[in-house]
């Protein structure tokens, strides 16, 4: 079966560091890996996602993923954070071997607060 | 851009009552779904639609119906409501094609009491 794992449920970062949010994952095919975010009272916006290809994933909001097929990670990074991306994020897979209509699977989510 | 409306940003109601949460995307997307969102427990699978009148189970049907009458509305049905089902609920929609991804509405907060 398919599933997610974000082992971190709080990331604490001050501003203008670098910041790594972790997501492993599980699936019995080639993945379909995703990562959005959802600020305070909202629903998820869509960040970035790896379908094939550059290991390296770039996306909205100066966020980038690394795709890591042995360590089964796909950990979401910035080189330097600022306040305004604290907030809620998500990692989700998709298993390649089944159709269009089949499901994502998301984790519990790791909240990430950036400190002035 | 992609728009999922749900119908209600925040809703109470009273043990025993039947509740509709209506989802509407205006992409013409093949897929939608319900999900429910709790502290600690991500975002869980209740329901999805793959075509107008199809649905399939998620990973928490319990309690819950859906109904896809036409392709752009999918709607959620608690037959009875219940305190447990106190959440956050978000609708999604998404396209054909393996790697696509999914848009969300902006959520209901419902609260039974």
């Known amino acids: 079966a398919q599933s997610v794992a974000q082992p971190e449920d709080q990331v604490n970062v001050a501003e203008g560091n670098p910041l790594t949010v972790k997501c492993t994952y599980s699936?019995?095919?080639?993945?379909?890996l995703f990562w959005y975010v959802q600020y305070p009272n909202r629903g998820l916006q869509f960040l970035l996602k790896?379908?094939?290809?550059?290991?390296l994933v770039k996306g909205s909001y100066g966020f980038e993923a690394e795709f890591n097929k042995s360590q089964t990670s796909f950990h979401l990074k910035k080189p330097s954070a600022l306040v305004s991306d604290s907030a809620l994020y998500f990692c989700a897979v998709r298993d390649s071997r089944y159709s269009s209509a089949s499901k994502i699977i998301f984790g519990s989510g790791t909240r990430l607060s950036i400190r002035p | 851009d992609v728009k999922v409306t749900q119908s209600s940003r925040y809703l109470v109601k009273r043990t025993g009552e039947k509740v509709f949460l209506e989802c509407v995307q205006d992409?013409?997307?093949?897929?939608m779904f319900w999900y429910r969102q709790d502290p600690g427990l991500g975002l869980r699978l209740i329901y999805f639609?793959?075509?107008?009148?199809?649905?399939e189970k998620g990973d928490i049907p319990e309690g819950y119906s859906v109904s896809r009458e036409k392709k752009e509305r999918f709607s959620l049905i608690l037959e009875s409501a219940s305190t447990n089902q106190t959440s956050m609920y978000l609708c999604?929609?998404?396209?054909?094609?393996?790697?696509?991804?999914?848009?969300f509405g902006q959520g209901t907060r419902l609260t039974v009491v």
């Open positions: 992409m013409d997307h093949e897929n």
């Open positions: 699936v019995s095919g080639n993945p379909y």
């Open positions: 639609s793959y075509d107008v009148k199809m649905k």
């Open positions: 790896y379908i094939t290809g550059d290991n």
């Open positions: 999604a929609s998404r396209g054909t094609g393996t790697g696509v991804e999914a848009f």
